[in-house]
């Protein structure tokens, strides 16, 4: 889906304008860059991936260590941190979410300094708002920093109201540029209406919380002990205790993320990574028994990433997420008005809804004659020349608009195609 989204942004059309999707407006804007340079290439959205992963894993192995988060200096949260990040074979490729989460690892490294940092921070606090700004610009569900970054800055790190409202000005700075963005393309209105049905569509369930559960529990089981031990088994300095609690408040509104995100898949979980990292070395950090943390870091750096590499191998890839093969072979530029994309893997796309349950949820609002218009303008802008309809909705959307009618002809059930200029 993101390949197709920068591939049809790249000729010229704009999301949420002429497009209907659920991505951010700067994840888009990235995946069309990828287009630019790349094509579709699964092998560029591989390496851009591993390197995103790769800043992450120095910037806040970096920040652990810059702002004492342990009483050792160790490179142990890097190599914990780049096991997790191979519990699933998506956590390693280029998402929105491994996009935004850049971002907030950048945010939280920041939130970290108001720890120690016993002068003015303006700077700081500025920073924190913008780096979550565009997190959200990159991510939407990504607005849970918001409350998060509100409640922290004022119960944890004592944020003055001017420091709120410096953070507060951060954050919705990307949001106003690129509302900006869309009112000098004519595509604010739309970017109105459609951003918050992102949040209402159903949803995609890729993979089931068990089968997370199933390969999560031991990391899991890992943090829960490195928190205990942490905090009751060994003292702290008061900016560690500060530190400890900024990493579980934020796990705790990281988990309420998963309430509204719209695709479960793996690699949303991306945003718990950096957490985990810390209780987990917390454990191998207070473990007095060698023999115990030797098995637990051999069953974690090496035995994760097997048994995850198995598992998911091992999984009924009957789904979805996993686009396989078409009976057809599709080309040109078609409309798939379904859950199945792979007509699209040798074809383009060449219509308004990618997302096709946040298309179904947008198509079935009531609409005025003016907002009629518009949508049958958007139709008229990008007209495919095969339109894949096996839930019905083109067929309503002809009963909706009669010149559909004079412009498609139905070739087989479920199947419309446009017809030949007179």
Do not use: C
Not at 143 to 148: D, K, S
Not at 188 to 200: G, K, R, S, V
């Amino acid at each position: 889906m993101w390949m197709l989204l920068g591939e049809r942004l790249g000729q010229g059309y704009f999301l949420y304008q002429d497009i209907i999707d659920d991505n951010g407006p700067l994840s888009a804007g990235f995946f069309t860059f990828m287009d630019l340079l790349f094509g579709r290439s699964l092998v560029a959205y591989e390496l851009v991936g591993r390197v995103l992963i790769s800043f992450q894993i120095l910037y806040w192995n970096s920040i652990l260590i810059k702002f004492k988060a342990f009483s050792v200096n160790t490179y142990l949260p890097a190599i914990i941190m780049a096991a997790l990040f191979h519990f699933s074979f998506d956590l390693l490729s280029l998402s929105p979410a491994l996009l935004g989460s850049t971002f907030l690892i950048l945010a939280f490294g920041q939130l970290f300094s108001q720890t120690v940092l016993q002068k003015d921070t303006s700077e700081s606090t500025l920073l924190i708002g913008i780096y979550a700004g565009l997190a959200t610009g990159f991510h939407p569900n990504y607005i849970v920093f918001l409350p998060y970054m509100i409640f922290t800055g004022i119960a944890i790190s004592s944020f003055s109201f001017r420091q709120l409202m410096l953070s507060l000005v951060g954050y919705f700075l990307p949001i106003l540029l690129i509302s900006v963005f869309y009112f000098w393309n004519d595509g604010l209105e739309e970017a109105i209406q459609i951003w918050p049905l992102t949040f209402l569509s159903e949803k995609y369930e890729y993979q089931s919380l068990l089968s997370w559960l199933y390969l999560g529990i031991f990391p899991l089981a890992l943090a829960a002990v490195g928190y205990f031990m942490a905090t009751v088994l060994r003292g702290s300095t008061i900016n560690q205790q500060k530190q400890r609690q900024l990493v579980l408040i934020w796990l705790l509104f990281s988990a309420a993320e998963f309430f509204i995100i719209k695709k479960q898949a793996a690699y949303q979980l991306v945003i718990l990574i950096p957490g985990l990292t810390y209780l987990i070395t917390q454990f191998f950090l207070n473990t007095k028994k060698e023999v115990v943390a030797k098995i637990a870091f051999n069953l974690l750096v090496l035995g994760l990433p097997t048994i995850a590499f198995w598992y998911w191998h091992l999984e009924d890839s009957d789904s979805d997420y996993f686009v396989t093969k078409s009976e057809t072979n599709y080309t040109g530029d078609i409309l798939v008005l379904g859950d199945d994309l792979s007509p699209y893997l040798s074809s383009r796309l060449g219509g308004p809804f990618l997302n096709y349950r946040l298309s179904k949820l947008y198509l079935g609002q009531e609409r005025d004659l003016r907002e009629k218009a518009r949508l049958f303008q958007m139709l008229q802008k990008q007209k495919p020349t095969l339109v894949l309809d096996p839930n019905g909705d083109f067929e309503k959307l002809m009963r909706q608009f009669p010149a559909l009618e004079v412009q498609y002809r139905k070739t087989a059930a479920g199947s419309y195609s446009l017809k030949p200029l007179p």
